[in-house]
């Protein structure tokens, strides 16, 4: 466990003020989140949680990268992430057991916040809580989106077409003017 | 009945004090639905979230030119969230399975609502985030079962390729030894 506080040491509130949700937020708001947040530091490959524990922290990712894996699928990787990115939102807000294993993919630092210390917060500084919980709800609402579309794509939906790439250079036609007159009557003729 | 009371038949509202209720009251609208009537339209642009006060609603979704039955929530259910935060097209369509009474929150009311920093916010946002957290775990364990379904198809397909080729080297063993055996005259 870090200690409390680090993250304001840290110069939290500044990661803080990069994030979209926490724009919004006064000065002393970011100051009241980065004071509750615990710092923990990360060695390459060690574990951060693991599926089928209970989760009661969310962390918020400030250095490094961490990925994401499900044990029952041999352990196949799911997705990584990086600074600025949530990890255990899930769990911390509707509690349930971890979904998946995290481990730290290099070293890596993150900022903790568990459930009672949100709860804390909801209370002494609303504007901060909120700023966290629409972070959540950002998180969660874009990765369901993205399962939506692989739903679809199982069950055989053609996939979203990309925007059209510009036609690869197409036989290119003949030029006008006089050359152009010219290679098009030669074209006719046959 | 109350909207008050209608919003404490909502868990993450329910132990609202009344000056909250009342804001929250003031900006849903409530509506009474019959069996079948649709809520929300698959692929409608989104402005609203839904609090199901009572009965209970089915999500459906066409995929792949199929029509598919996703869920049925119950009362207390809050429905049609990420269209308060993305705005994206409905994900699916969700149509009343029993007569029910829901109470609407356009998305302009949830902003001013957050902007305001009132506890009614924090609630309503809170039980968003916990209706997109459910949402997301049901879409997990979907995938997860369709991508088993997927992988169980194509075993059994090698199986079966599998059994052709056996059943076809028996056929030829069949035919080996099946034959009449031929007696030659002494």
Redesign the interface.
């Known amino acids: 466990m870090g200690k409390p506080g680090a993250a304001a040491a840290e110069g939290g509130a500044d990661l803080l003020a990069a994030f979209q949700a926490f724009k919004a937020l006064g000065a002393a708001d970011r100051i009241a989140l980065s004071r509750v947040l615990r710092v923990r530091k990360l060695s390459a490959k060690q574990a951060l949680f693991q599926e089928g524990q209970p989760g009661e922290s969310m962390f918020i990712i400030a250095e490094g990268s961490l990925r994401a894996r ?1 044990e029952g ?1 041999a352990g196949k990787p799911l997705r990584d992430m990086g600074p600025g990115e949530l990890v255990g ?2 769990t911390c ?2 509690p ?1 057991p971890r ?1 998946v294993t995290v481990h730290a993919v290099s070293t890596a630092t993150v900022y903790e916040l568990d459930r009672a210390t949100l709860e804390r917060l ?1 209370h002494d500084a ?2 901060a ?2 700023g966290v ?2 972070l ?3 998180t ?6 993205e ?2 579309r ?3 794509v ?4 053609p996939e979203a077409t990309p925007p059209k790439p510009a036609p690869a250079a197409a036989p290119e036609a003949p030029k006008a003017g006089a050359l152009g007159r010219l290679v098009g009557w030669l074209r006719g003729s046959e | 009945m109350s909207i008050e009371d209608d919003l404490r038949r909502i868990p993450a509202l329910r132990d609202l004090p009344e000056p909250e209720l009342a804001v929250l009251a003031f900006v849903v609208s409530r509506r009474d639905a019959s069996a079948g009537e649709v809520l929300i339209q698959q692929g409608a642009p989104s402005r609203s979230c839904f609090f199901l006060v009572r009965g209970e609603v089915e999500v459906r979704k066409t ?2 030119g ?1 029509p598919r039955l996703l869920n049925t929530l119950d009362e207390g259910t809050t429905f049609g ?2 269209g308060l ?2 705005g ?1 097209p409905r ?1 699916a369509s969700v149509v009343a399975r029993t007569p029910v009474v829901v109470l609407e929150l356009r998305r302009a009311d949830y902003d001013n609502l ?1 902007s305001s ?1 009132r ?1 009614a ?2 609630r309503v ?2 039980a ?3 209706a ?6 049901t ?2 364990h ?3 079962l ?2 088993a379904r ?1 992988q169980a198809r194509e075993l059994e397909n090698v199986r079966h390729g599998l059994c052709d080729w056996d059943v076809d080297v028996l056929k030829v063993e069949v035919v080996k030894t099946g034959l009449p055996k031929v007696r030659y005259p002494r």
């Open positions: 499900a699928d939102e899930m807000i509707d349930a979904s909801r609303p504007r809580a909120q919980t629409e959540v709800i950002r969660v609402t874009t990765r369901l989106r399962l939506d692989r739903i679809a199982t069950l055989g939906e | 995929i792949a199929s969230q990420i935060v993305d994206g994900s957050l920093g506890l916010g924090l946002q809170e968003v985030a916990r997109a957290i459910r949402q997301l775990r879409a997990t979907r995938l997860a369709l991508e997927n």
